[in-house]
């Protein structure tokens, strides 16, 4: 029960600090992009923050022998750059550069009750249900990689 | 306050709601990796953190509507095929490279793993060259 409540505040404080940073505005991240142009840097300071806060924070976190309230943390994932790696943030990075959303602050501003940030999400989710068909495809007979895996 | 200075406590809020999710849950607060999760996980432990962590990023989206509506800003894309084609491709990529902003750009970058600040140049890099061609090259801008 507790667990659900820590995730749920975490997701509410997340929305609140995209807000707050800009990132839930497609013309500013657009203008963040822009590097050509008309540059807007105030989205690098989300960034800076979030870094700045979580960096020192995770890793005093991962000292301990394991999470409040799960039996362990994350394994730590392996450094190796791929082709998919690559690949999966190229398409990303157009995606996002084409919207003006990532998938937080698109998810954040289904608030807005906008219908072209509804269609948005639902686009996003068939993406990556995409994936997952596309995954299942390509090796019928092995496990799909599942959403436990992290970056 | 200086738009800066906003934008660095809005950082701040996501870096201590990563943190939260890390030291009370043990997970990586990677919003593509939550929400894909929703489609490939079938447990139900599995389902309802991420459904409560989803539902808590939409609520405070709520809080924001309530309290700053300015900060929900409006769609910049053309039309519908335009965000279609958008949304497909930040969820494609994002599961195939195996994050987005937050879990590469945040929780990847903040432990320093190569992976994430190589993704993280790349999205970056992607991104910019797509506003470009808009702005730019297409749009008339100069």
Known sequence: MSALWTAGVAGLLFALGLGLGGMTDPA???????????????????????????APLSWLIRRRSAPVLAPAFPSLSSSQVDRRLLAGAALFGVGWGLAGYCPGPALASLASGTGLVLLFVVSMFGGMWLFGWWERSRAPTSQPQGGLSHP | ??????????????????????????????????????????????????????LGLVGGGFLLRAFWPQLLGAPVAPGAAWVVAA?????????????????????????????????????????AATVFLIRHVLGGES
């Not at chain 2, 930040?90 to 600040?117: E, M």
Request: charged letters at 10%; proline letters at 2%; glycine letters at 18%.
């Open chain 1, 28 to 54: 500013r991240v657009q203008g963040f992009l822009d590097f050509t142009g008309a540059w807007d840097p105030t989205l690098a300071f989300v960034m800076g923050g979030a870094l700045a806060v979580h």
């Open chain 2, 1 to 54: 306050m200086p738009p800066f200075l906003i934008a660095l406590l809005g950082g701040a809020l996501i870096g201590l709601s990563a943190s939260l999710l890390l030291l009370f849950n043990g997970r990586i607060a990677g919003i593509s990796g939550i929400a894909g999760g929703l489609l490939s996980q079938r447990t139900r432990a599995e389902w309802a953190w991420r459904a409560t962590f989803l």
């Open chain 2, 87 to 127: 949304g497909l491709l930040v969820g494609f990529g994002t599961r195939l490279g195996n994050g987005c902003t937050s879990g590469h750009g945040v929780c990847g970058v903040a432990r320093g793993a190569r992976r994430s600040i190589v993704a993280t140049m790349t999205f970056m890099a992607t991104g």
